[in-house]
């Protein structure tokens, strides 16, 4: 399984970036996929998530502004966000989790400076 992470990019405070991530395989397969992201000197943490039945979740600095969707016509992963801040700058990774394993794409840096 692959995952390509793409939409990442620089932007100013209360900018709008859209992330996607597209699976090699139907998003039907995995029990749940997400993003996470790194900034420098932290450790990776969760965003947002989306399960098979859809249910959501969101980190608690991202709630309102942040959005999960998933296209299974095109099999792709979106984080869709609005009012991005200085501190949502990371390097943002999907993931999708099967039974057995778990996929990570390669990451896309979102930068938010004005």
């Known amino acids: 399984v692959q995952l390509q992470a793409l939409g990442g990019g620089s932007v100013q405070p209360g900018g709008s970036l859209r992330l996607s991530c597209a699976a090699s395989?139907?998003?039907?397969?995995?029990?749940?996929m997400g993003w996470y992201r790194q900034a420098p000197g932290k450790e990776r943490e969760l965003v947002a998530r989306i399960t098979g039945g859809g249910i959501t979740v969101y980190a608690d600095s991202v709630k309102g502004r942040f959005t999960i969707s998933r296209d299974s016509v095109k099999n792709t992963l979106y984080l869709q966000m609005n009012s991005l801040k200085p501190e949502d700058t990371a390097v943002y990774y999907c993931?999708?989790?099967?039974?057995?394993?778990?996929?990570w794409g390669q990451g896309t840096q979102v930068t938010v400076s004005s």
């Open positions: 993931n999708a989790i099967t039974d057995v394993k778990t996929y």
């Open positions: 395989k139907s998003i039907f397969t995995f029990n749940r």
